[in-house]
């Protein structure tokens, strides 16, 4: 119950912040957008033009811009004060309130470290190993990363699988064996969506949930749970 009230909170100023952006971009600052598609645009061409020296360059000054943009406005200095107070509300409450947590047993149990086939980064490239690897399931939050993921190299263990991605911009890219049953469950703010023979072209706010008919019931199976800002997600049979 806790956790879903701090949870509403946190949603709250979410969505408190975004009004006061809408309100801030239509009536008092209506050159954000333009700004940000600059910004965007330089991000784009840097992209494109790296490692080259020129694209770096490109790259660094369209994220300093958008970050100079987006910091200047009052709906990101409202979010910064609100999570700052929410945290600082937390923090005291736990110095009076602690809570205290009595281990059930006095047994030990072992842990083993799984190693990451990914992990989270700011701004990144990378992919699954081109060798055969040991399957781990994969949970992983990026700022702006592609990612590519080949499931051919490994062997999925009986059971549920997880990919569970989470970014702000960028494109994710997952080779599924032909005999593994899959489940897709996607959204984005603005992007593309390609799921086997499934297509849709790039458009705002996309919601796809799709899956294999024999998902169900498969012994062996991945679900596969993306959340995205902008990008494009291209699911491939291999």
Do not use: C
Request: without cysteine; charged residues 20%.
């Amino acid at each position: 119950m806790k956790r879903i009230v701090d949870n509403g909170y946190f949603n709250l100023i979410i969505i408190t912040a975004l009004f006061i952006l809408f309100v801030e971009v239509v009536f008092f600052h209506s050159g954000f957008i333009f700004a940000l598609l600059v910004a965007g645009a330089f991000i784009y061409i840097g992209r494109k033009r790296l490692p080259r020296r020129s694209g770096k360059i490109l790259f660094w000054i369209g994220i300093i811009g958008a970050i100079l943009n987006l910091v200047n406005t009052v709906a990101f200095q409202f979010l910064v004060i609100a999570i700052f107070f929410y945290y600082l509300f937390h923090f005291v409450k736990s110095k009076k309130e602690p809570v205290y947590i009595t281990p059930l047993t006095e047994s030990r149990e072992s842990l083993r470290a799984q190693r990451q086939l990914l992990k989270n980064s700011f701004i990144s490239r990378q992919r699954t190993d081109e060798t055969v690897y040991e399957w781990s399931d994969i949970n992983i939050q990026n700022v702006w990363s592609d990612v590519v993921i080949d499931l051919s190299y490994t062997v999925l263990p009986k059971g549920e699988s997880v990919i569970f991605i989470r970014q702000l911009a960028g494109n994710v890219t997952i080779f599924i064996p032909y005999e593994t049953e899959i489940s897709v469950n996607h959204s984005s703010m603005a992007g593309a969506v390609t799921i086997f023979d499934h297509a849709q072209s790039f458009a705002p706010l996309q919601n796809v949930y799709m899956k294999t008919p024999e998902f169900d019931e498969a012994s062996q199976k991945i679900k596969v749970m993306i959340s995205m800002g902008v990008g494009s997600l291209e699911v491939k049979r291999i």
